[in-house]
């Protein structure tokens, strides 16, 4: 696998340990389960920073986990939620030494309403992954 997928699906089974439901560029299911739901998205390597001697691409890629929950007491489920992607995170912020950081940012919280259904409490995580490659490709 190549260094770029390797931190995702580090990051991947890291989000897996805690309660919350954990997906892989999945869609959103038709019910949210009541621990929450997590969903990583690769998101983009964006333009690296590049080095010549030894040559090393240096990439601050943007992933993003979409954080859902649902129910009468959706506020402070995400709270929690949201509070456990960041210990999470914080256990190891190289995941094992394959990155060389790994820090999340504020999420931005949205209520969406479900017709029938309690309304939905969401937000996108940002992570950004701080991570060096001999080549873009590989």
């Keep these: 696998m190549t260094p770029r997928e390797t931190i995702l699906a580090a990051l991947h089974t890291r989000l897996s340990a805690l309660p919350a439901t954990v997906l892989r560029g999945d869609v959103l299911p038709e019910r949210v389960p009541a621990t929450g739901l997590l969903i990583l998205r690769d998101g983009e390597p964006g333009e690296p920073e590049v080095t010549l001697s030894p040559l090393a691409y240096h990439y601050q890629h943007r992933a993003e ?28 912020r190289t995941l094992g030494g394959l990155c060389d950081w790994v820090e999340a940012e504020a999420p931005r919280p949205v209520d969406l309403p479900v017709e029938g259904a309690a309304s939905l409490k969401a937000a996108v995580i940002p992570v950004v992954l701080h991570y060096s ?3 873009p490709l590989a």
């Design 65 to 92: 986990i979409e954080a859902v929950v649902q129910g009468a007491d959706r506020d402070a489920a995400f709270d929690t939620l949201t509070a456990s992607v960041g210990a999470a995170i914080a256990v190891d």
């Design 133 to 135: 490659t001999a080549d």
